[in-house]
């Protein structure tokens, strides 16, 4: 009877042990991290599924000019891994330069975005597809800003759009142009971190 109670010890033990190895298999597919005061992302690796969530507006990235250094996207390192971006509702704006260059293939927008800040989706040669959750008119109230013009060729799909007799088009929203950088004749100058709007950068020390 020990032995038996022994063995079945043994397993149960080795099971949690397995079991445990699995969660953090499952658990590191996962990344989370801050993108906003009050706005939070998540990427699957496995899926490349990149989600934003919370309340406000996204923080600005790229070149700090006050500060003369880069802000780089906290998903830097896996940004061509990205396939797919979704930004919950309650979140106002997609920050300037967060998906640059990215490997995007979809969005998909709440029908509650104010403003899609510059570059935001500039050099997203693979986007294809945008799903907005709301109407032709709501999209052309949304201001897009300068070098996103991969967000605004692609297919952009509406919730509800009778007045089209369907949910596909590729009609932009307010496109506006984006401030200039302070010194445009420098072509070498990385462009200056002008939010749109109220976008703010992530807080920075000078050295």
Same mark, same amino acid.
């Given at each position: @009877?020990?032995?038996?109670?022994?063995?079945? @010890?043994?397993?149960?033990?080795?099971?949690?042990?397995? $079991?445990?190895?699995? !969660?953090?298999?499952?658990?590191?597919?996962?990344?989370?991290?801050? *993108?906003?005061?009050?706005? /939070? /992302?998540?990427?699957? +690796?496995?899926?490349?599924?990149?989600?934003?969530?919370?309340?406000?507006? @996204?923080?600005?990235?790229?070149?700090?000019?006050?500060?003369?250094?880069?802000?780089?996207?906290?998903?830097?390192?896996?940004?061509?891994?990205?396939?797919?971006?979704?930004?919950?509702?309650?979140?106002? +704006?997609?920050?300037?330069?967060?998906?640059?260059? $990215?490997?995007?293939?979809?969005?998909?927008?709440? #029908?509650?975005?104010?403003?899609?800040?510059?570059?935001?989706? #500039?050099? *997203?040669?693979?986007?294809?597809?945008? /799903?907005?959750?709301?109407?032709?008119?709501?999209?052309?109230?949304?201001?897009?800003?300068?070098?996103?013009?991969? !967000?605004?060729?692609?297919?952009?799909?509406?919730?509800?759009?009778?007045? $089209?007799?369907?949910?596909?088009?590729?009609?932009?929203?307010?496109?506006?142009?984006?401030?200039?950088? $302070?010194?445009?004749?420098?072509?070498?100058?990385?462009?200056?971190?002008?939010?749109?709007?109220?976008?703010?950068?992530?807080?920075?020390?000078?050295?």
């Amino acid at each position: @009877m020990k032995k038996v109670v022994s063995v079945l @010890m043994s397993f149960v033990m080795l099971l949690s042990v397995f $079991s445990g190895f699995t !969660l953090s298999a499952n658990a590191s597919d996962t990344v989370k991290g801050k *993108c906003g005061d009050i706005a /939070y /992302y998540e990427y699957n +690796s496995s899926t490349g599924e990149f989600t934003i969530s919370g309340k406000g507006v @996204m923080w600005a990235y790229g070149w700090d000019q006050e500060n003369e250094i880069e802000i780089k996207q906290p998903w830097n390192s896996y940004l061509k891994n990205i396939k797919k971006v979704v930004v919950k509702t309650g979140i106002t +704006s997609v920050g300037w330069s967060a998906f640059e260059n $990215s490997g995007v293939k979809e969005v998909v927008l709440p #029908n509650g975005i104010e403003f899609i800040d510059g570059n935001a989706f #500039n050099n *997203c040669n693979s986007l294809t597809t945008v /799903y907005y959750n709301g109407t032709r008119s709501q999209w052309k109230k949304v201001k897009v800003y300068e070098n996103n013009d991969s !967000l605004l060729n692609a297919n952009i799909k509406f919730e509800n759009d009778s007045a $089209s007799g369907g949910n596909d088009g590729n009609s932009g929203g307010g496109t506006v142009p984006a401030p200039a950088p $302070s010194t445009p004749e420098d072509t070498n100058k990385k462009p200056e971190i002008k939010p749109s709007e109220t976008t703010p950068a992530p807080s920075t020390s000078k050295k």
